[in-house]
T-cell receptor
């Protein structure tokens, strides 16, 4: 149980285009999902908290208009990187919060998406 | 301001020996600590956790020790196996905010044959 599916796993796009990444909780409902970005040799950086039915909460320094987050249902959150630039190339990971499913770890992670902007 | 610190970016350990990964934190309100393991191009997976009311938690080859007075925790892996080669993230959460988990920068563990 507690599977989080992230799609696509890899995507290459041209500079100036937009890319959508999906995060789905397959067997549970997640009112809260999180989006992270991993930089080389650095930690997972929390970008934003996605709440079903309301606006996402962005961390300081994250551009809201560039990284659009939509959490339209209890099982799906999407991250859209708009007008992508090469510096947006990174590994993006989502996680879903489900306390009731696991006492030990309330966060369940997707497998991540490698974005390359050419 | 880094609340969770993993000061060793990498660690190499001989197969069969003990691997010890360290983590320090600054926020005295943290009361739940977790370790995640991450392989390249994959999301982190939960490994082991410990509540602040305990000082040790053991699960098979993995043991986490917590020293609250020193604000320090460590993950022991014994014996180390090749499949343990990965990046290990220390994480912490505070009180009723267990939905907001703060991660350290990670330590890359290499298990040597």
């Amino acid at each position: 149980g507690a599977v989080v599916s992230q799609h696509p796993s890899r995507v290459i796009c041209k500079s100036g285009t937009s890319v959508k990444i999906e995060c789905r909780s397959l067997d549970f409902q997640a009112t809260t999902m999180f989006w992270y970005r991993q930089f080389p040799k650095k930690s997972l950086m929390l970008m934003a908290t996605s709440n079903e039915g309301s606006k996402a909460t962005y961390e300081q320094g994250v551009e809201k208009d560039k990284f659009l987050i939509n959490h339209a249902s209890l099982t799906l959150s999407t991250l859209t990187v708009t007008s992508a630039h090469p510096e947006d190339s990174s590994f993006y990971i989502c996680s879903a919060y489900a306390l009731s499913l696991s006492y030990n770890s309330p966060l369940h992670f997707g497998n991540g998406t490698r974005l390359t902007v050419t | 301001d880094q609340q969770v610190k993993q000061n060793s970016p990498s660690l190499s350990v001989q197969e069969g020996r003990i691997s010890i990964l360290n983590c320090d934190y600054t926020n005295s309100m943290f009361d739940y600590f977790l370790w995640y393991k991450k392989y390249p191009a994959e999301g982190p997976t939960f490994l082991i956790s410990i509540s602040s009311i305990k000082d040790k938690n053991e699960d098979g080859r993995f043991t986490v020790f917590l020293n609250k007075s020193a604000k320090h925790l460590s993950l022991h892996i014994v014996p180390s196996q090749p499949g343990d080669s990965a990046v290990y993230f220390c994480a912490a959460s505070e009180g009723d905010r267990d939905d907001k988990i703060i991660f350290g920068k990670g330590t890359r563990l290499h298990i040597l044959p």
